[in-house]
């Protein structure tokens, strides 16, 4: 007797080194809560149609809730002879409650099923994601709020450009990641839809129910084409697509973080329990954590170039290709729900060393847009402006000190419109608060800011 589901027609067994090279079973068992819930619902709408009988129906139930607590206990034996997690499942339930569990896939492809599954997964990773979002965004808020008037350098070109407040720099991450989130949200809707019904590729000849199946399962729709619901993985490379976005903002996050804390630039500290140490250097410290995420943002970008890769060739409707599209799918689950959780947790453990943030913004005449601006508003066009201000800063350069250290008459020297006022104009508080227009860094504008974000995460 053949151990497949499907060996019947077979006159011999595949070989091991097939049967190791097509099993899917060692990552797909992650799909077992999904797919028991998927075959509940498929079981109780055949049932509701009489196509099984209310026994088969009940004898269904009962085995899964027992495989159920197998699974979860880690007693469930999982097998690669059996191939995948569907039909180790299948054959529990046969071995459990009889004929009953033969009569479950009435109706039903693995091609359907499968696609079910990874949906129902997906969906549930997405909502945890767009709760990490959410953590991760409080957070940062909190830092912002903390940080709303403090100075750091902007930079440009990695060479100081104009004072702004570590708030506002805070504030420009929480945007990327609202969008990650309704990124994820949008994403989150066309996952949400059942393709169980389709079988194989053409549809059944039972007279299923699928919108029944579909409110079971809280899916909003159907999958409309039985062709496309087999073959489809839209859902799957839009969601990877997302996820590297996410990741690329957490990668430039940490790219800063790991420059800020460096001993040269000394800008913030990482708490102790986010860094390791050296095996040989006994003095280090160091940021592994953002260091690492900046590594894993790679693996992630790679799984979304995988998935595009994997369907790009792909004739309608399934092929067994897309079985690969599961560990992809799976390591970025693992690593954005990972990274995500530890930045949330991080971002409290940061501290902020205004001193050193104040001293290097006092460095890169960061004012000097500030006194081209003060020019302009006494009546001088922005170009000359400009040009009298580049010549100060150069007379500074020379003599090793800051635009405001020149005195009024050298001040003047540059251009006879700047009066004693220009003092005020040339300080880093004044610099910011002078920039205070929707989106501007002035501190009242983050505390704004901060409030339109701590709204948006009610809701
Ligand atoms: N393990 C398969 C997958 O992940 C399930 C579907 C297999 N269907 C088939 N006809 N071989 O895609």
């Not at 549930?124 to 750091?152: C, G, H, Q």
Request: proline residues 3%; contains cysteine; hydrophobic residues 45%.
């Amino acid at each position: 007797k053949k151990s497949e589901a499907w060996s019947a027609r077979f006159s011999e067994p595949v070989s091991d080194l097939v049967k190791r090279y097509t099993a899917s079973v060692f990552f797909d068992k992650r799909l077992a809560h999904a797919d028991i819930q998927g075959s509940l619902a498929h079981a109780e709408m055949l049932a509701h149609q009489g196509i099984i009988s209310a026994q088969d129906h009940a004898d269904i139930q009962r085995g899964m809730a027992q495989i159920l607590t197998e699974i979860d206990a880690g007693r469930f034996e999982w097998l690669l002879d059996l191939e995948d997690v569907h039909l180790n499942i299948e054959k529990r339930l046969t071995e459990l409650v009889g004929d009953a569990g033969k009569r479950l896939h009435t109706g039903r492809s693995r091609n359907d099923q499968v696609a079910t599954d990874i949906r129902l997964y997906m969906r549930s990773a997405i909502d945890d994601i767009l709760a990490l979002l959410r953590d991760l965004r409080l957070a940062l808020v909190d830092l912002a709020e903390a940080n709303a008037d403090t100075i750091l350098p902007g930079f440009t070109h990695m060479q100081v450009a104009q004072p702004i407040t570590f708030g506002h720099h805070m504030l420009a991450y929480v945007e990327m990641f609202n969008r990650d989130a309704e990124r994820m949200a949008d994403c989150r809707r066309r996952v949400n839809r059942l393709p169980l019904g389709a079988a194989a590729l053409a549809g059944t000849t039972f007279p299923i129910d699928r919108e029944r199946v579909a409110k079971t399962l809280g899916f909003e729709d159907v999958c409309h084409n039985s062709l496309d619901a087999v073959s489809d993985r839209d859902f799957a490379i839009e969601f990877c697509a997302a996820a590297a976005l996410v990741m690329t903002h957490v990668s430039r996050m940490s790219e800063e973080l790991v420059i800020w804390m460096s001993p040269r630039v000394g800008f913030i500290d990482i708490a102790d329990r986010f860094c390791t140490g050296s095996s040989i250097m006994p003095q280090k410290k160091n940021p592994d954590v953002p260091e690492l995420a900046r590594g894993k943002t790679g693996r992630v970008n790679g799984h979304l170039v995988s998935l595009l890769t994997l369907m790009k060739g792909q004739p309608l409707a399934y092929n067994k290709d897309n079985q690969e599209d599961k560990e992809p799918l799976f390591d970025t689950v693992d690593t954005v729900v990972d990274t995500l959780r530890i930045f949330a947790d991080m971002a409290t453990g940061i501290s902020v060393k205004p001193d050193a943030m104040r001293a290097a913004a006092l460095q890169g005449y960061a004012t000097a847009t500030d006194l081209a601006d003060y020019l302009v508003k006494k009546g001088l066009p922005f170009r000359d402006a400009h040009e009298a201000v580049a010549l100060a800063v150069r007379a500074c350069v020379d003599r090793q000190c800051d635009l405001s250290d020149l005195s009024l008459d050298e001040l003047r020297g540059f251009s006879p419109l700047i009066e004693a006022d220009v003092f005020s104009v040339l300080t880093l508080e004044g610099s910011v608060a002078a920039r205070n227009h929707l989106g501007g860094t002035a501190p009242q504008q983050v505390r704004a800011a901060i409030e339109r974000v701590r709204k948006l995460l009610q809701d």
